[in-house]
């Protein structure tokens, strides 16, 4: 038996507010003037002066706009590592991503694949990355995802979903601020959030779990009860969600996801449906593998006056559900964590469709 040797964020700052000392967190990391600090900024920040006039620009610096609409690519992160190559020819201090889990991820790409050869498609998987990443920071403005915590920065490429795992993907620094998740739309609110909620569900009923894991999905998973079924003041509920979010990462870290996420993906890679409200669509439909889990769900997603679309599924034909089946069934570790070494006995390609036929 050989144990994961799991790295971690060395440096983490909470509190409303701490966006504040972001210059004088990042200056000391310079490595001189003429290396540029790059900050991917979702660009529904763009024009808003409250957010972005407390960007600390200094010399070369450069604010690059990103549109979270579609889940981070493997092409934009190398067409991004050009264009910054391209400008900024004596090095680049650092990237800082300051968005959800979209603008998270691809700020910890870009940061690998400035130092690493290639395509970032190459490094798709476990373990594939060779060099150390450049100085990376992440900033979330929306909680859920634990992307800021994660040891992967999930990317669509030309033949797969998958994520960047490696000892180099976390973030060197996170600010957790949580007065900037304040804009967050009610539906995103709770659809990321309920990636968190569901995070919990499948780290804590799957065969992976251990002590480890178990001690940081207890404390999210009550955290997420309390915001979600519990009345609190919206200030509260922004900071319990963002160390929700952060305990519901380190829980997965060291267990797995389960069928929620491994059907999704499947979404997710044929018809872009996007990872939270996508992992919503499929929970709402695993009373089977969660019966308690999805009842709570049910119940959180009733006191919200959450509708989820149906019938997304409802006009595709038999290779279409070829394609998710396929992406779904990849994801061994997922359905060995839920079902167990034997899963295979369980699920069927027929009961995938089945299932995907419901959503
Ligand atoms: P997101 O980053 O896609 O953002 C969702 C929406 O919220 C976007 O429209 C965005 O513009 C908006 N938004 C964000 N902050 C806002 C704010 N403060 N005010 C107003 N609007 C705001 O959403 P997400 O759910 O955080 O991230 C999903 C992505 O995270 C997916 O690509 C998924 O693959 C990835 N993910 C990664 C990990 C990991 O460990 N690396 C884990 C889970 C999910
Ligand atoms: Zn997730």
């Not at 915001?227 to 922004?238: C, K, P, R, V, Y």
Request: glycine letters at 8%; one cysteine or more; charged letters at 20%.
């Amino acid at each position: 038996m050989s144990y994961k040797n799991f790295p971690m964020v060395p440096r983490v700052i909470f509190g409303r507010g701490s966006f504040n000392q972001l210059s004088e967190i990042i200056s000391p990391k310079r490595l001189n003037v003429n290396a540029p600090f790059i900050f991917l900024v979702d660009d529904v920040f763009k024009g808003n002066a409250w957010l972005t006039s407390r960007i600390p620009l200094a010399y070369d610096d450069k604010v690059i706009y990103i549109s979270a609409k579609e889940e981070p690519k493997t092409s934009q992160v190398d067409s991004l590592v050009e264009d910054i190559i391209l400008t900024s020819r004596q090095g680049t201090s650092g990237i800082i991503g300051i968005g959800g889990g979209t603008l998270l991820d691809l700020a910890k790409a870009v940061a690998i694949m400035l130092t690493n050869e290639g395509e970032a498609k190459d490094y798709q998987g476990w373990d594939l990355v060779k060099n150390p990443a450049i100085y990376h920071v992440g900033i979330p403005t929306i909680s859920g995802t634990g992307a800021e915590v994660s040891r992967t920065t999930v990317l669509t490429g030309p033949e797969m979903k998958l994520g960047i795992n490696s000892d180099f993907t976390p973030f060197d620094q996170v600010i957790l601020d949580p007065e900037l998740t304040k804009g967050v739309p009610k539906n995103q609110w709770f659809y990321t959030g309920m990636d968190c909620y569901i995070h919990c569900i499948e780290s804590l009923t799957g065969s992976y779990l251990n002590s480890f894991s178990q001690s940081y999905g207890d404390i999210s998973l009550q955290l997420c009860k309390e915001i979600f079924l519990g009345d609190m003041s919206e200030t509260e509920a922004q900071d319990k969600l963002m160390m929700a979010s952060w305990h519901g990462g380190m829980s997965i870290a060291y267990s797995q996801v389960g069928v929620a996420h491994a059907m999704s993906y499947g979404l997710s890679y044929l018809l872009g449906i996007k990872h939270g409200i996508g992992n919503c669509i499929v929970f709402d439909h695993l009373e089977e593998f969660y019966p308690e889990g999805v009842a709570l769900f049910k119940t959180m997603k009733k006191k919200h006056h959450i509708e989820l679309p149906k019938g997304i599924c409802a006009n595709l034909d038999y290779s279409e559900f070829d394609v998710m089946i396929n992406i779904s069934l990849s994801l061994e570790p997922l359905w060995e964590n839920a079902l167990g070494k034997n899963w295979k006995k369980t699920i069927t390609r027929e009961k995938l469709k089945h299932l995907y036929q419901k959503m």
